[in-house]
């Protein structure tokens, strides 16, 4: 069964300061990944996205995250962390069908 | 205006009772989904519509059931409410077949 696994379910970062929220996916076949934000009472929003080709995408805000396949692993990065960027953050797995296989979720808190 | 909305926001019921979570959408999705939320389990699906009465069980589809009569409009049945159903529950839709959901902003649910 298709699992996705976010180790870390808080983590704190300095304003201003870089930012890596870690994402391991374990579909065998070729992935859909995707990172979703969710600000304090709201739903979730999608930041970016992953499908076949260039290990490195772009999301909104300044957002990028990483393919790995030997890794296996997708993780999340920001070169300069915002105070506005404190939310929980969700990795999720697809395989182009219907169903996501969501994460656990990573609550990140920003020091002002 | 793309918007999942989902009534009510906030509702308390005692054990044994009947509730009804409701969701619209007004961007034409196909598809959509009912999702819970709980601490340290992130997202799991409870049931996905294909389109009009066309449903299925999702990962944890015991204690509930959903109903779509018309393509904007989803519903979440719980028949004599369990305390361990206290949780928040996520509306999302999407297009068939693209794994971009769009997310209502939840129904925090307290069974007592």
């Known amino acids: 069964a298709q699992s996705v696994t976010q180790p870390d379910a808080r983590v704190t970062v300095s304003e201003g300061a870089s930012l890596q929220l870690r994402c391991k996916y374990s579909?065998?076949?070729?992935?859909?990944l995707f990172w979703y934000v969710q600000y304090p009472r709201q739903g979730l929003q999608l930041l970016l996205k992953?499908?076949?080709?260039?290990?490195v995408v772009q999301g909104v805000n300044g957002f990028e995250a990483e393919f790995s396949k030997s890794n296996s692993s997708f993780h999340l990065r920001k070169a300069s962390v915002h105070w506005s960027d404190w939310a929980v953050y969700f990795c999720?797995?697809?395989?182009?069908?219907?169903?996501?296989?969501f994460g656990t979720g990573t609550s990140l808190l920003v020091d002002p | 205006d793309m918007k999942v909305t989902q009534m009510p926001r906030y509702l308390i019921k005692r054990m044994g009772e009947n509730v009804l979570l409701e969701c619209g959408q007004d961007?034409?999705?196909?598809?959509m989904y009912w999702y819970r939320q709980d601490p340290g389990l992130g997202l799991q699906l409870i049931y996905i519509?294909?389109?009009?009465?066309?449903?299925s069980e999702g990962d944890i589809p015991k204690g509930y059931r959903v109903s779509r009569k018309k393509r904007e409009h989803f519903s979440l049945i719980l028949d004599s409410a369990k305390t361990n159903q206290t949780s928040v529950y996520f509306c999302?839709?999407?297009?068939?077949?693209?794994?971009?959901?769009?997310f209502g902003a939840g129904t925090r649910l307290s069974v007592l």
């Open positions: 999720a797995e697809g395989n182009m069908g219907y169903k996501l296989t």
């Open positions: 999302a839709s999407s297009f068939t077949g693209e794994n971009t959901l769009y």
């Open positions: 992953y499908y076949p080709g260039d290990p």
């Open positions: 519509s294909y389109d009009v009465d066309s449903n």
């Open positions: 579909y065998f076949g070729t992935p859909y």
């Open positions: 961007m034409s999705h196909e598809t």
